[in-house]
């Protein structure tokens, strides 16, 4: 695990895979995420910020919801329950949020922004003031599970549209995987990558992960998994 300061009130936590956030307002911080092998995110967040600190997560898959046990409830989205509660087999209570809503830390408002295709109940989050956009998995440049019952590559390819509106709202993205940050542009090089595999005028090559057989897809700028 490293903790990297990314500015004066915000972090970025690497577990192994995976990374997740901490944002602080003046009022409260928000841990975007809690991992996948650490089970202390909170009481890794406490020894940064001396604030109340409340969990969001961009959705349910396990390597984001590490440390959920530690918090009495989390903000989700609600079309996420199916995959937190019956593929995960994960337990607690969250706040549902939707597309739109305003969570506001004091000083520093983040709009939720939903985005499903990698799960149903996928969000991003935009930090408003920052022009930072929490991506989640959806916006990376390394391997793209749309492996599934949850994954569905039409939904994806529609998030990724919308995101396309609010570009002139960020200059950075900050995934849950890959490289960070990357560059705006990388959504609409996901659309036309994704976009090809659909039409199958990407070919695939046959992996197996964790015994697990699959396609891999190179688009140049990601690799999706996929069962197809």
């Known amino acids: 695990m490293d903790i990297v300061k990314m ?4 972090w970025r936590i690497e577990d192994e895979s995976v990374r997740f956030f901490l944002l602080a307002g003046d009022e ?5 995420d809690s991992g996948m092998t650490v089970h202390n995110a909170k009481e890794i967040a406490q020894q940064l910020v001396s604030l109340p600190i409340e969990l ?11 440390s959920n046990g530690e918090f ?3 903000y989700m989205s609600p079309a996420e329950a199916s995959n937190y509660y019956h593929t ?3 337990t607690g209570s969250f706040i549902p949020v939707e597309n739109g809503d305003i969570l506001d830390l004091g000083n520093r408002k983040l709009e939720i922004i939903h985005i499903p295709g990698h799960t149903p109940g996928s969000i991003a989050v935009l930090d408003i003031d920052n022009r930072i956009l929490y991506g989640g998995d959806t916006v990376q440049d390394g391997a793209i599970f749309m492996f599934g ?3 569905e590559f039409h939904a994806y390819m529609h998030s990724l549209k919308k995101l396309e509106k609010y570009r ?9 995987h890959g490289s960070i940050p990357v560059r705006p542009e990388l959504i609409s090089q996901l659309y036309e990558g994704a ?17 697990i057989p699959l396609k891999q897809y190179d688009v140049g700028c990601a690799k999706f998994l996929c069962d197809f």
């Open 28 to 32: 409260k911080a928000l841990l975007i």
């Open 88 to 90: 995960q087999k994960k």
């Open 56 to 66: 969001l997560n961009t959705h349910g898959d396990i390597d984001h919801v590490g």
């Open 168 to 176: 002139e709202r960020f200059d950075e993205v900050y995934p849950s």
């Open 149 to 151: 019952v949850q994954r």
């Open 7 to 10: 500015s004066m009130n915000s």
């Open 195 to 211: 976009g090809n595999i659909l039409e199958g005028a990407t070919t695939g090559v046959d992996i197996e992960f964790h015994g």
């Open 72 to 74: 009495e409830k989390f």
